[in-house]
């Protein structure tokens, strides 16, 4: 994620409360207006939180905006994904904080780290061009 980065971070559980306060700012700064910035924050958390409770106590996350999507990837180093989980119906996954960041962006992609080791989990959302 290299066009317009916005936040790299490496976090661990008690650093949860950072990365919504950093992710949020970065998305002010980067002029990311409501509701988009606050689903997105949400969602974001969401996923964060998931790499802690299951991927290992830890993750980094890199936030930008690449060919006018907003882009938020983290990965962890936790066990990786089942081998059907790529070709399931978010609904399906065992996971509620994955399902709602699903829902609140409607673009969550999951597949296996950097390596085959751990979870890179990726949200997706088209911003609108702004008009003045």
């Known amino acids: 994620m290299s066009e317009d980065c916005l936040l790299?971070?490496?976090?661990?559980?008690?650093?949860?409360?950072?990365?919504?306060?950093?992710?949020?700012?970065s998305l002010f700064r980067a002029g990311v207006s409501?509701?988009?910035r606050g689903t997105f924050v949400q969602a974001a958390l969401e996923i964060a939180c998931n790499a802690v409770v299951h991927g290992g106590g830890s993750g980094h996350l890199a936030l930008g905006v690449v060919d006018g999507e907003l882009r938020c990837e983290v990965t962890d180093q936790g066990p990786g994904l089942p081998a059907d989980v790529s070709s399931q119906q978010p609904s399906t996954w065992n996971s509620p904080g994955l399902r709602l960041a699903e829902a609140l962006t409607g673009g969550l992609r999951l597949r296996n780290g950097p390596g085959g080791r751990g979870t890179a989990a990726t949200l997706v959302v088209r911003l609108e061009p702004v008009s003045n």
């Open 8 to 25: 790299r971070l490496s976090f661990a559980r008690s650093d949860l409360p950072l990365v919504r306060a950093r992710v949020a700012e």
């Open 34 to 36: 409501e509701p988009v």
